[in-house]
């Protein structure tokens, strides 16, 4: 029943911004951590940004200044503000919703900044 539904991932030049948004349907509760993940090809899966119902925030160390996590508990919606984007940031970007003992996933949405 539960459903995570990404969009805004596109090509963008460096420097430039993207927003991320992620729609999550069927939510059992709103008391949970979103965030959003990316996977660049050949490495591994990092957490990017994670937020917690009451707006507790936590970032990878290299988007922070950058990267701004958001949620809407009355939509339940998570976003992803991402500015100055470097080429390294380049990477397939997963939601991410996290209740005790549940964990559900979006299907991911490129992200692709070039030089």
């Known amino acids: 029943q539960v459903q995570l539904v990404e969009s805004g991932g596109g090509l963008v030049q460096a420097g430039g911004s993207l927003r991320l948004s992620c729609v999550v349907s069927?939510?059992?509760?709103?008391?949970?951590?979103m965030g959003w993940y990316r996977q660049a090809p050949g490495k591994q899966r990092e957490l990017v940004a994670a937020i917690t119902t009451f707006g507790y925030t936590n970032y990878l160390e290299s988007v922070k200044g950058r990267f701004t996590i958001s949620r809407d508990n009355a939509n339940n919606t998570v976003s992803l503000q991402m500015s100055s984007l470097k080429p390294e940031d380049t990477a397939v970007y997963y939601c991410?919703?996290?209740?005790?003992?549940?964990?559900?996933w979006g299907q991911g949405t490129q992200v692709t900044v070039s030089s």
């Open positions: 991410n919703v996290q209740w005790p003992f549940r964990n559900y």
């Open positions: 069927g939510s059992l509760s709103s008391f949970n951590t």
